[in-house]
T-cell receptor, first 114, second 110 residues
Framework: DAGITQSPRHKVTETGTPVTLRCHQTENHRYMYWYRQDPGHGLRLIHY???????DKGEVSDGYSVSRSKTEDFLLTLESATSSQTSVYFC?????????????FGSGTRLTVV | GDSVTQMEGPVTLSEEAFLTINCTYT??????LFWYVQYPGEGLQLLLKATKADDKGSNKGFEATYRKETTSFHLEKGSVQVSDSAVYFCALDSNYQLIWGAGTKLIIKP
């Protein structure tokens, strides 16, 4: 049983359309994160959540919004997709704020904006 | 701000070779340091960590020592296997946020 799943795994969308990516966890962890991974940049934090309806921005939040209405689900929305948002998106969970707890990552969503 | 610098890849080695992947950091204070590994098609997994100076993290034959004098956290393994082929990321804890290096791709040839 995977403790964290992302959907969809792959998506191709057109410029200007809204897109929502889903992260679902079964671990009951309080902290959830959305990252994007691009060559040469490592991972960059988009948004994170520290509880139901509690979210905050990361370093690359422009053009993205998030929602967390239940502990287990953390949604990432690209309000109007652009080609610069073509990337691999990873969700991560953690039981504590301190990264020493270790993050558990999903398998990623590969998004292509054409 | 805080940052992490990793050696550029790909790093290509033969099986049973000795591995070093360099990681240096810039930060205020003494942050916790991490190595994560990403196997093809998968998410990242925590490989090892060190929370204070001179600590040595170890797992699966990999080791890294927190060196505050050189602000480094180099990843080492004495004898690599084909199954170690992956991308390795160094990261540091900056006010409870992880700052990531760009990643180093490791290719092990049989």
């Amino acid at each position: 049983d995977a403790g964290i799943t992302q959907s969809p795994r792959h998506k191709v969308t057109e410029t200007g359309t809204p897109v929502t990516l889903r992260c679902h966890q079964t671990e009951n962890h309080r902290y959830m994160y959305w990252y994007r991974q691009d060559p040469g940049h490592g991972l960059r934090l988009i948004h994170y959540s520290y509880g139901v309806k509690d979210t905050d921005k990361g370093e690359v939040s422009d053009g993205y919004s998030v929602s967390r209405s239940k502990t287990e689900d953390f949604l990432l929305t690209l309000e109007s997709a652009t080609s610069s948002q073509t990337s691999v998106y990873f969700c991560a969970i953690s039981q504590g704020m301190d990264p020493s707890y270790g993050y558990t990552f999903g398998s990623g969503t590969r998004l292509t904006v054409v | 701000g805080d940052s992490v610098t990793q050696m550029e890849g790909p790093v290509t080695l033969s099986e049973e070779a000795f591995l070093t992947i360099n990681c240096t950091y810039t930060a205020t204070g003494y942050p916790s340091l991490f190595w994560y590994v990403q196997y093809p098609g998968e998410g990242l997994q925590l490989l090892l960590k060190a929370t204070k100076a001179d600590d040595k993290g170890s797992n699966k034959g990999f080791e890294a020592t927190y060196r505050k004098e050189t602000t480094s956290f180099h990843l080492e393994k004495g004898s690599v296997q084909v199954s170690d082929s992956a991308v390795y990321f160094c990261a540091l804890d900056s006010n409870y946020q992880l700052i990531w290096g760009a990643g180093t791709k490791l290719i092990i040839k049989p």
